[in-house]
């Protein structure tokens, strides 16, 4: 079993950044691919960013590429994601979640694919 569990989520103003971080505890996190979803009111859960276990590969949904950055720690049992050039519709509730994968399937976009889930973090971001 893993827990996970996000922090860093805040108010921002448009423009602004942020910095996430999802901690797992449990069993070694480095043999999981961890991503980041998210959620905004009365809308479906949403895939943000992946990274693979080694940390060498990662993936971006459309709308973050090049304003939002993923990455883990060596020997930390820690994903972050850095967030800038916020925008108000980047605002939702942002969860972490992790999948084990073999050989170099890291990539996997859809809820039902990940098997553990943090609480989520709250990241708003005003006009």
């Known amino acids: 079993q893993v827990q996970l569990v996000e922090s860093g989520g805040g108010l921002v103003q448009a423009g602004g950044s942020l910095r996430l971080s999802c901690a797992a505890s449990?069993?070694?996190?480095?043999?999981?691919?961890v991503a980041w979803f998210h959620q905004a009111p009365g809308k479906e859960r949403e895939f943000v960013t992946v990274i693979s276990w080694t940390g060498d590969s990662t993936a971006y949904a459309d709308s973050v590429k090049g304003r939002f950055t993923i990455s883990r720690e060596s020997g930390k049992n820690t994903v972050y994601l850095q967030m800038n050039s916020l925008k108000p519709e980047d605002t939702a509730v942002y969860y972490c979640?992790?999948?084990?994968?073999?050989?170099?399937?890291?990539?996997?976009?859809?809820?039902?694919?990940?098997?553990?889930w943090g609480q989520g973090t709250q990241v708003t971001v005003s006009s």
């Open positions: 979640a992790a999948r084990t994968y073999y050989g170099r399937n890291y990539y996997a976009s859809l809820v039902e694919e990940y098997r553990y």
């Open positions: 449990g069993r070694p996190f480095g043999s999981y691919a």
